[in-house]
């Protein structure tokens, strides 16, 4: 087999992971994608003669590229119109079945590492999610396995604060979604108060094309009545359950398009979180389940 042939057969064994590396670090399919294509270009480029792990090399060019264009968007990101939300993606039951990537991929989570500094996510999502060591860390982020280490320790204490309080079981993630579709599909005010909580943050993403909350909406009651406010347009649509970002999710569709993608975060079994992103730039991704890999 020449070089070029082993290249892509490498590339291809670990595209699944690399894409998942820069999905977690910048929470957008498209954008991850293009970092996987110039992923391959410098790949294409190396003398594989010289790699001594493809994996580990192959990682390192994602997490560099990853750094780059989440410095670059993280200034658009300062112009969005609205609130931004990571891009939703369909995942295959695989991904719910690992515990920890399922959580790593939520979107409750891709929210807390939006608050993390680039270089902090990086090496967060490569320890706590990929468990790659800190040498091997120190090299891609381009620091000393010292200063990895203590960026670590501060980026898991960060995102312990904030992180959804213990692991949600599908079968509690599909009880509460099905009573939340339930009160939603009904406009019942009591219904969805049942299974909010009282401190419930409601985020909505249209990216100043299609109509969405500004601003968070905070408050269960708040929250439930704007939600039933929208009963007569979510009853022209078909709802469905899918798996989004390995949680239980509602997919709307209007005339047979995606329309809106409903996410919630769950603490202690009431809804803590509502995430509405209906910006159609976001919705590509939804044809198809994604392969995601630690």
Known sequence: MDGRGGAVDAFVTHRNLLF?????????????????QE????????????????????????????????????????????????????????????????????????????????????????REVFDVAYDEIAEAVDKSPAAVRQIASRARAHVAARRPRGVVSPDEGRRVLSAFR??????????????????????????????????PVAGADKVARLLCATHLRVATMALHFAEVNGRPAL????????????????????????YAVRNPEKLSHLRHATALRR
Do not use: C, H, K
């Open 20 to 36: 998942t590396v820069a999905y977690e670090m910048l929470g957008s399919a498209a954008d991850a994608e293009d970092v996987l």
């Open 39 to 126: 992923t391959w270009l410098r790949w294409a480029d190396a003398d594989l003669a010289a790699v001594r792990d493809q994996r580990a090399y192959l990682v390192r060019i994602t997490t560099r590229l990853s750094l780059n264009r989440l410095r670059a968007v993280g200034r658009r990101r300062e112009s969005y119109v609205g609130s931004w939300l990571p891009e939703p993606l369909l995942t295959a039951p695989d991904v719910a079945d690992d515990v920890e990537l399922a959580e790593s991929v939520s979107m409750a989570m891709l929210l807390v590492l939006e608050t993390l500094a680039p270089t902090e996510r990086a090496v967060f999502v490569l």
């Open 251 to 274: 997919i709307l569709r209007l005339d047979g398009a995606v329309d809106t993608v409903l996410t919630l975060r769950i603490d202690d079994g009431l809804v803590s979180g509502v």
């Open 182 to 215: 339930s009160a939603l599909e009904t406009g019942d005010v009591q219904g969805l108060l049942d299974v909010l909580a009282p401190d419930v943050v409601l985020l909505g993403d249209g990216g100043g094309i299609r109509q969405a909350v500004l601003r």
